[in-house]
């Protein structure tokens, strides 16, 4: 569910060469629904490079570091986030192509003008609108269209789609950040993102190949928040809620939760999270929207007194 139209975010996809006019009036469509367009950010092609167009602010920058940029604006997303791309006539062209195969491989939603003509990539079901078309189911319906298969043969394909591209599981680590006070009710840490569709909930992040989960929390916890902290107790390791919102059934999504205690509530966020706010956990599950992975933590966290 969508709650706000600022909530939505794009990245906009063409060839910049063939379609750019085309690019810059999507981006207009989408950003007049009050729509975020995360990319392209500038609207001036000064030149070319190699065949690829050098925007404002790109000049002598090495194209394929304009490109891995450009589509690390993927990560940011969220989960009210999709890829537009604009492709009038079905040519898709082979950069955009490239940057279609990463947004399957990371499990964005993504739209097209037309059903791409030069490039055998499956498509969703229900995944071709015009910009203004797209704009309009979303501030009507407040939610994405759903791209699910409903016929048998690209059932068949979707699922192997999924099982070549992501991922089968997913192991992350999460915190209830307990601010080390004299308080007998202690105050946590909730931070608010787009990735969680505008909600709150607890700092977390995957756990790199090779990393101990507490190694994993310490270093998410500084980088996302500034905060050195001390991992305290296990309180649940669960599969992803089935009824969250973002549950994927081909993919185990395993989250590992612990307390965490930390010195200071001076936060420094990074650019995952937009807004923080320090409540105790009675008033966090009464006041605050929080997106059902954490509330499930923070409801076993009432429930249970941790011991180390």
């Not at 969508?2 to 794009?10: A, L, M, T, Y």
């Not at 190699?50 to 490109?67: H, K, M, N, S």
């Not at 992803?240 to 185990?252: A, E, L, M, T, V």
């Amino acid at each position: 569910m969508i709650n706000s139209p600022g909530d939505v975010r794009v990245v906009l996809h063409g060839s910049f060469q063939r379609h750019f006019d085309a690019i810059l009036e999507a981006h207009a469509i989408f950003t007049k629904a009050g729509f975020t367009v995360l990319a392209p950010d500038a609207t001036d092609i000064i030149g070319f490079t190699d065949g690829f167009a050098v925007l404002e602010g790109e000049e002598g920058i090495d194209p394929r570091q304009v490109e891995l940029r450009y589509l690390l604006n993927l990560k940011n997303l969220g989960v009210n986030g999709f890829s537009y791309f604009v492709n009038p006539g079905g040519y898709v062209g082979p950069s955009t192509a490239y940057e279609l195969g990463i947004a399957q491989l990371t499990g964005v939603s993504t739209y097209f003008t037309k059903a791409p003509s030069d490039h055998p990539a499956y498509i969703g079901q229900n995944a071709v609108w015009s910009p203004r078309q797209l704009a309009d189911y979303i501030l009507t319906y407040n939610s994405l269209p759903s791209s699910l298969p409903t016929t048998k043969d690209n059932y068949l394909i979707h699922r192997l789609l999924e099982r070549l591209l992501v991922p089968g599981s997913i192991v992350a680590v999460g915190a209830i950040i307990e601010h080390e006070s004299p308080l007998a009710e202690k105050e946590l840490l909730f931070v608010k993102t787009h990735k969680w569709g505008g909600r709150y909930s607890m700092i977390g992040e995957k756990v790199h190949r090779g990393e101990r989960l507490h190694d994993t929390l310490t270093r998410g916890i500084r980088e996302e928040t500034g905060l050195r902290a001390k991992v305290g107790s296990h309180l649940t390791t669960f599969d992803q809620i089935r009824d969250s919102g973002y549950f994927k059934s081909h993919i185990n999504h395993i989250f590992a939760d612990y307390t965490a205690i930390v010195p200071s509530k001076k936060v420094t966020l990074n650019e995952e999270a937009q807004d923080y706010i320090w409540l105790t956990a009675r008033q966090a599950l009464a006041e605050l929207p929080i997106e059902p992975n954490a509330r499930h933590t923070l409801n076993l966290y009432t429930r249970l007194k941790p011991s180390e």
